[in-house]
Structure formats: structure tokens, C-alpha cells
């Protein structure tokens, strides 16, 4: 079962910053927190992911909280081209793909 | 770089047949692993390989099995089958066990 949660769904202005919280109050020390996206007819996409410190790549920015029990994904400005579900993960370094995806969150973006 | 390839796109096979699935990871990959997405289920974590081992296996029954050569390349069969596995099949692939994971576009299997 899903170490993950997340909301079912999201709205979002085009242009507007999204944040995307996820809970995961049971991580555990060797954790990574993943995200990726799936957008219609496709298979998921790699978005971020970190351990401890805030994460920035092209696509997003991944805030950690200090106790590591949440993490919110953040989208700087999106376009309808980010409408899709996000997944939050954690993944074990220790472990041999233990990725198990939750139902993720729908984002919905408006123009 | 080409990604990673999952053929066939699409297949429709009958009830009780056997299926077989294949994979190219992208190349320097070695681990490879199979998802099932269901509508009802979401992505479900099927098994993972590396450098020809499996290393984890999701709740599957027997029906379900892969395997990975030596070029990284991998395949996955199911075995008898039933209707409830028309589904969705991904493949990823990644580099290291820290690293995120790259996924095919999937082959849709239909049961009639």
C-alpha cells in the first residue's frame, strides 16, 4: 500500500504558481521522495526528487519540510501542457524499487 | 538518446493464451522494471530486474514472469490469460538504484 498522501485533485490558473503537498508522516531515514507525472495516453514522467534538501530542476522545485514528514512540489508557472497526475513516491536506497504509486493528484489547469 | 521502448503498442489476445511483452531500456541501464496500470487499480508494481537478476516482486501471481539478457533488454510473459489482465503495461528503466526512473509509453493488452 501507498506511504503517500496526496489530494485527489487540483485547479490551477495558467501562469500560476501550483504547489502540490504530499504527506508522508512515516518516512523513514534512507528515503527518497520521488514525483513524477503521468500525462494522458502515456506512461509516467520523472519530475524531481530529493532526500533532505529543497530540490530545483528545469521541470520543478521540490520543498522538503525539516522532519521530512511532507513535501510540496511546486510549479513555477504552469501551462496547460502540465495538466496531468502527479505522484508522490518514496523509494528506499536500500531497496530494489519499492516504488509503490499511489492514486496521485489530477492537476487541472485553466486558461 | 532514444528512451525506452516497449513493444507491441497494443495487442489483443483471447482468454487463456499466452502474452509475451518487451523492453529496451535506455542504454547504460541495467535496472528494469514492470508496472500494470488498471483503471481500478492504478499502477501496480509488477517486478524489477538488474544485470539479469530479479530483485523485487510486486503481489502477482505466478502467471506473471519476466526476465532481463544480457543486454539489458527484458521481457515479460503472462501466462493463461483472463480478463482481468487487459490492463496497461510499463516498462522503466534506470541507471542507479538513487536515481529516478524513465518509463516506455506502454503496450495495452486486451482480453476477449
Known amino acids: 500500500d501507498a506511504k503517500t498522501t496526496q489530494p485527489n485533485s487540483m485547479e490551477s490558473n495558467e501562469e500560476e504558481p501550483v504547489h502540490l503537498p504530499c504527506n508522508h508522516s512515516t518516512i523513514s531515514g534512507t528515503d527518497y521522495i520521488h514525483w513524477y507525472r503521468q500525462l494522458p495516453s502515456q506512461g509516467p514522467e520523472y519530475v524531481i526528487h530529493?532526500?533532505?534538501s529543497n530540490v530545483n530542476n528545469r521541470m520543478a522545485s521540490l520543498a522538503i519540510a525539516e522532519d521530512r514528514k511532507s513535501s510540496t512540489l511546486i510549479l513555477h508557472r504552469a501551462t496547460l501542457r502540465d495538466a496531468a497526475v502527479y505522484y508522490c513516491?518514496?523509494?528506499?536506497?536500500?531497496?530494489?524499487?519499492?516504488?509503490?504509486f499511489g492514486a496521485g493528484t489530477r492537476l487541472t489547469v485553466k486558461p | 538518446k532514444a528512451g525506452v521502448t516497449q513493444t507491441p503498442r497494443y495487442l489483443i489476445k483471447t482468454r487463456g493464451q499466452q502474452v509475451t511483452l518487451s523492453c529496451s531500456p535506455i542504454s547504460g541501464h541495467r535496472s528494469v522494471s514492470w508496472y500494470q496500470q488498471t483503471p481500478g487499480q492504478g499502477l501496480q508494481f509488477l517486478f524489477e530486474?538488474?544485470?539479469?537478476?530479479?530483485?523485487n516482486k510486486g503481489n502477482f501471481p505466478g502467471r506473471f514472469s519476466g526476465r532481463q539478457f544480457s543486454n539489458s533488454r527484458s521481457e515479460m510473459n503472462v501466462s493463461t490469460l483472463e480478463l482481468g489482465d487487459s490492463a496497461l503495461y510499463l516498462c522503466?528503466?534506470?541507471?542507479?538504484?538513487?536515481?529516478?526512473?524513465?518509463f516506455g509509453s506502454g503496450t495495452r493488452l486486451t482480453v476477449v
Open positions: 522503466a528503466s534506470s541507471l542507479a538504484t538513487t536515481g529516478g526512473y524513465t
Open positions: 530486474y538488474f544485470s539479469e537478476t530479479q530483485r
Open positions: 530529493g532526500l533532505t
Open positions: 513516491i518514496l523509494r528506499d536506497v536500500g531497496e530494489w524499487n519499492d516504488m509503490r
